[in-house]
């Protein structure tokens, strides 16, 4: 059963915008699981871009914090990741994840390329 459905990747230019979002099924709350957004290039480990737990915190990796944000809607049980001032080494396949204890699911990913 397909748990986590990213979407709203694609191709943008440098300094542009996107906004990912991540659908969860109803076997996930993102009001009470860690949601976050990891993300992937080839020949690299995954990397953990934002998180948003239950009460609200954020963190960010140091390299999009100021660019991203990680929010949560409650009653669509859909996280998002707004993405703004992009730039080419943003691009990767990016993730979304949920977290509970000693349950973890992952979403298929969505590809963002930042290119002229």
């Known amino acids: 059963q397909v748990q986590l459905v990213e979407s709203g990747g694609g191709l943008v230019q440098p300094g542009g915008s996107l906004r990912l979002s991540c659908a969860a099924s109803?076997?996930?709350?993102?009001?009470?699981?860690?949601m976050a957004w990891y993300r992937q290039t080839p020949g690299k480990q995954r990397e953990l871009v934002a998180t948003?737990?239950?009460?609200?915190?954020?963190n960010y990796a140091d390299s999009v914090k100021g660019r991203f944000t990680i929010s949560r809607d409650n009653a669509k049980n859909t996280v998002y990741l707004q993405m703004n001032s992009l730039k080419p080494e943003d691009t990767a396949v990016y993730y979304c994840?949920?977290?509970?204890?000693?349950?973890?699911?992952w979403g298929q990913g969505t590809q963002v390329t930042v290119s002229s």
């Open positions: 994840n949920a977290g509970l204890g000693f349950f973890e699911s």
């Open positions: 948003i737990r239950s009460g609200g915190s954020t």
């Open positions: 109803s076997r996930i709350s993102v009001s009470i699981y860690v």
